[in-house]
């Protein structure tokens, strides 16, 4: 069952702001991670640098349980998927994943540790729960929100070499660098006139929204797009909320939906609202249904959503 929709906004909103903001005066994440691969020499433990500083995961870990639905995504696409014996409830892809009630948002110690795991993946040091594991000694990765680009390569890097897949890893992260910089390079070339257009992202049909300073806001910016929320922001949070008022004021050239699947959003119900028929967006077919997951994640599947800004960009020229 979907959670409502005031309380999936407010699950939404928390946990993009504790996560997204968490790592903004943290300047290692600028920087390659060093790790040392297993094998070296054979079946010696490795040391990741991860959100909670360096960590040491003595064997190739069997019993891998990940607390964010990210981290899931990330695992499966480095190959150890076979090696996770459970993610949390919000994890839904890959569709094989061992999906149980753990909760990312409130983790419970006990919980995880009854999946006797040998490593714990997570994004939020939630209540403790990083200290409480580490107490019985299982090793866990705190891989929070990605500020930038350089933070997904990281952290796929990161779960690589944690699990004996460093491989893999790279070569998703390089196969993610090709297409990310050729869905650009193909979208400047064919709409060359098109830098400067403004856009409007929506987390939710309350109009909370994405400024450029956030992990979204910058995948916007590689196409020269301009956000039409900065000057709301007045906080700094990076999610403000819009009035009406001003978002048809700013008339938006390209409009994003991310709540499509959590709020039933979708070009026909945006055109419905009051004022909105006349926008710009509306007018010329420029609203883009995006997945709310892809939209909101910074693992593999960022390329889908690069080549779906691209898309909608492409179709404006």
Excluded at 31 to 58: E, K, M
Excluded at 177 to 201: E, F, N, S
């Amino acid at each position: 069952m979907r959670p409502a929709r005031p309380l999936y906004a407010a699950m939404v909103l928390g946990a993009l702001m504790l996560t997204g903001c968490g790592r903004a005066g943290d300047t290692s994440a600028a920087t390659p991670r060093p790790a040392t691969p297993y094998g070296t020499p054979a079946n010696a433990p490795v040391t990741v640098q991860a959100g909670n500083g360096p960590v040491i995961v003595p064997a190739k870990p069997t019993r891998i349980v990940a607390l964010s639905p990210t981290a899931t995504e990330m695992l499966f696409a480095v190959g150890a998927g076979s090696q996770v014996v459970a993610v949390d409830d919000q994890s839904g892809y890959p569709a094989n994943a061992p999906r149980t009630k753990l909760s990312g948002f409130k983790p419970n110690a006990e919980a995880v540790i009854g999946y006797r795991p040998d490593l714990v993946v997570l994004s939020n040091d939630t209540d403790g729960i990083v200290a409480a594991l580490q107490k019985v000694k299982i090793p866990v990765l705190l891989e929070p929100s990605a500020v930038k680009l350089d933070d997904t390569y990281d952290q796929i890097t990161d779960l690589g070499t944690a699990t004996g897949h460093t491989a893999e890893a790279a070569k998703l992260t390089a196969d993610m660098r090709r297409q990310i910089d050729a869905t650009v390079r193909a979208t400047r070339k064919a709409a060359p006139a098109t830098g400067g257009l403004t856009y409007y992202h929506e987390l939710t049909n309350d109009l909370f929204t994405v400024t450029s300073k956030t992990f979204v806001g910058q995948v916007y910016a590689l196409f020269g797009l301009r956000n039409v929320a900065d000057a709301a922001d007045k906080t700094g949070t990076g999610y403000p909320k819009l009035s009406q008022e001003a978002l048809i004021t700013s008339d938006p050239a390209l409009i994003f939906l991310a709540d499509t699947v959590c709020c039933g959003q979708s070009p026909q119900t945006v055109a419905g609202r009051p004022g909105w028929k006349d926008l710009s967006a509306v007018k010329h077919g420029r609203v883009v249904s995006l997945n709310d997951d892809i939209a909101s994640r910074w693992g593999p599947r960022l390329v889908d959503l690069v080549k779906a800004i691209g898309a909608a960009v492409q179709k404006t020229s």
